[in-house]
């Protein structure tokens, strides 16, 4: 389709803004790397001049690089890499642009809100970066942010938290496409054991990435913290700098991070892994022009991966004091997990077996990333062990690991799909020769950066140090090896550019590529099929579908928040009795106007606004009442909680009253099949809300 066809909310273009900015902050991420690795290298030397002119005499005194500025490098470049880079270009670009036509759909199942989760991403991504230029400089509590050191951090984490947030929100929006879509759009007669690999791994990353609303909820708890006064997180008896911290009420838990965050945070590397995993099996098949070998097994894995791997979150917290018990439970669960991995390499691998293989571009990024995968997958065993993770927990060991799956791993499946699906999106072809010179010279600069690693890990290195360990005695033979793997890394930089040359070079030329090649369909026209009566086989429309799934993550988050409040009440040492502040009567009446909101109909459309609008005057009636009487959330955590669930609530009442005026206003002009699906999905959303209030009095009142 040519360019001035297409329009912002085509799955095609969103898929090249994703591509594009992903691109951009994958940029900005390695610069960062550079920067940071320069300091590892050589912690006793000042930083070039052009470049600690460029960071600014706060974070380079003299020419040396402060402490905290190095540790928001750390923290910012992990967050760029992951958030704002490999996923985006995973599902984001991989997933907008392929997924429909893989399927033989026209477009995403919601094409506005396709378009809106690519801003939300991109405001995300900008406000995250412009930290760096707020008094106090970027995040600097790694890319983690625990707390309480997080909680005591600068201004710039109040950005990084709001970028989380708004990332959540993106990575909503996008997931429920791609989950309608491939359920909802796909061909007739399409069936799911017949989907294409890569629609599969696609779909099993966009189910993950619904767990996301835990790390946004997480991230309110903290910005709750650090702007409120509340101790979520923050313990009681707290010392910093060897001085007791005042002015906070105490109890909180700071291990109620890390569950949080983990509970995402480990699915997340699987929604890293999976769409990478369905890029090579792309190559593969149609490289050597044989089909998966054991399609239905690696399906099942898939889905058996999908599930477990959201039950394993807290082997990454091993050194938190848990009980043997338990910990046993996760060391199981994490080498279970490791099964459908081997299911999956093992059958590409039996793909190629016989086969007569192709030695071009993609094919060899495909056929790198088998081993470099494997490589992460098998030093990860001993860190799911309580006995091994203890030792190498934290330390160089780690990173390499990571590593392993994510740059070497998942990004050369990125750029083998880049390579691969370039004729095919642009019509022009990549130069060969300098696509073996970007393949040969990544996969040598990025095994000398990452293979050293397990060494310092093994001899005990930390991976926080900001001076490679240049003040212990352990790390002295290891600095050395920090200066190898800096310019190993500037080497790889280098060797990026062979591959920004071919893209740009191969752009201008004015011979494209045979037609075959192309992606480009006839244009559809008409209305997204399923919207007005159910699809046959999957018995739902679009919209009762898209809702369904908002809601879905919408109990995520709010179930994420009574867990958190759950936890805090029973380590809690005192909590306060919700009789002696709140106004029973008032309670009644709330909960009897909910009651009304969820009979929406359309003659009853005007009585269910009404109904929630004097609820949220109502409720912002108590809430200001129990302000001036001094019950703030930094009283103690029972109000804290009470405020965050019912101030969350609110949000969501308020978002169901605008709901509501968007379909009463949108009734006069749609057909009454498809305004009778409007009007179902947002009962479905008021029911939701009524249940969740009900579920917050309940937990206060018992």
């Known amino acids: 389709m040519p360019i001035a066809e297409m329009h912002l909310t085509d799955h095609k273009t969103v898929g090249l803004q994703y591509f594009a900015t992903a691109i951009a902050f994958l940029l ?3 610069l960062l790397m550079l920067v940071l690795r ?38 910012m470049h992990g967050t760029i890499m992951i958030f704002l880079a490999v996923v985006p270009l995973l599902t984001g670009a991989f997933g907008n642009y392929l997924v429909p036509l893989q399927i033989g759909a026209r477009d995403m199942a919601y094409p506005r809100l396709n378009a809106t989760s690519y801003w939300t991403y991109l405001v995300a991504g900008v406000v995250m970066v412009a930290s760096f230029f707020v008094e106090g400089g970027a995040a600097d509590s790694g890319w983690t942010a625990y707390p309480p050191l997080a909680i005591l951090a600068t201004r710039g984490q109040d950005f990084w938290l709001v970028g989380i947030f708004l990332l959540g929100v993106s990575a909503m929006l996008n997931s429920i496409n791609v989950i309608a879509t491939v359920i909802q759009l796909r061909a007739p007669g399409l069936r799911f054991m017949q989907l294409p690999f890569f629609v599969w791994t696609q779909l099993i990353a966009a189910l993950l990435l619904l767990a996301f609303p835990s790390l946004q909820a997480a991230g309110l708890l903290q910005l709750m913290d650090r702007l409120a006064g509340t101790s979520f997180f923050l313990p009681s008896g707290l010392v910093v700098n060897g001085v007791p911290m005042t002015g906070v009420s105490g109890d909180g838990n700071a291990l109620l991070w890390q569950h949080l965050f983990w509970f995402l945070g480990h699915p997340e590397v699987y929604v890293l892994i999976l769409p990478a995993i369905g890029i090579v099996s792309e190559i593969i098949v149609r490289q050597t022009g044989r089909p998966l070998w054991g399609y239905r097994a690696m399906v099942w894995s898939l889905l058996f991966l999908g599930v477990i791997s959201t039950i394993v979150w807290a082997h990454h917290m091993f050194l938190t004091g848990m009980g043997t018990t338990l910990g046993a439970f996760f060391q199981v669960t994490t080498m279970i997990v490791s099964i459908p991995s081997v299911v999956l390499v093992t059958s590409l691998m039996l793909s190629l077996w016989g086969s007569s293989i192709q030695f071009t571009t993609p094919m060899l990024f495909a056929l790198a990333f088998l081993p470099m995968f494997g490589i992460g997958r098998l030093t990860g065993l001993p860190l799911g062990l309580a006995a091994s993770d203890v030792i190498l927990h934290d330390t160089w060991y780690v990173v390499g690991h990571f590593h392993f799956l994510v740059a070497p791993g998942t990004l050369f499946a990125i750029f083998g799909g880049i390579y691969y699906w370039f004729p095919k999106v642009t019509g022009r072809a990549l130069n060969h020769t300098l696509g073996m010179v970007h393949f040969w010279g990544s996969l040598a600069t990025m095994t000398a950066i990452f293979l050293p ?14 001076d490679a360990g240049m003040s212990y005695a352990h790390a002295q033979g290891t600095l050395g090896v920090q200066e190898h793997m800096t310019w190993a890394a500037v080497a790889l930089g280098m060797f990026q550019l062979p591959f920004l040359v071919n893209i740009v070079w191969s752009l201008r030329r004015d011979t494209p590529v045979d037609d075959a090649y192309r992606f480009d369909r006839p244009r559809v026209t008409g209305p997204v099929p399923w919207t007005d009566e159910p699809r046959p086989d999957s018995r739902t429309t679009n919209v009762r579908l898209g809702m369904w799934l908002f809601l879905s993550s919408e109990a995520m988050f709010f179930g994420s928040l009574f867990s958190a409040c759950v936890l805090l009440r029973t380590g809690a040492a005192t909590w306060a009795d919700p009789g002696d502040w709140l106004p029973a009567p008032a309670l009644v009446v709330m909960t009897a106007l909910l009651l009304v909101t969820s009979g929406v109909t359309r003659r009853l459309i005007w009585v269910s606004t009404g109904a929630g609008v004097m609820f949220l005057v109502m409720k912002g009636l108590e809430l200001s009442r129990m302000l001036d009487a001094g019950l703030h959330p930094a009283v103690n955590l029972t109000i804290a909680c009470w405020f965050v669930l019912t101030g969350a609530h609110w949000l969501h009442v308020a978002g169901g009253v605008c709901a509501n005026v968007w379909v009463a206003r949108s009734a006069t002009r749609l057909g009454a099949a498809h305004v009778a699906e409007r009007f179902h999905a947002v009962r479905l959303y008021w029911m939701f809300v009524d249940v969740v209030w009900v579920a917050i009095l309940v937990s206060f009142l018992i």
């Open 28 to 30: 900005v991420g390695f």
């Open 38 to 75: 320069w300091q590892l290298a050589w912690p006793a030397a000042p930083m070039p001049g052009i470049v600690a002119a460029l960071v600014g005499g706060a974070n380079a005194p003299g020419g040396y690089m402060a402490p905290e500025f190095y540790n928001q490098l750390v923290a």
């Open 453 to 466: 690693m397990f060494t310092l890990g093994l001899r005990g290195v930390n991976r926080r140090l900001y």
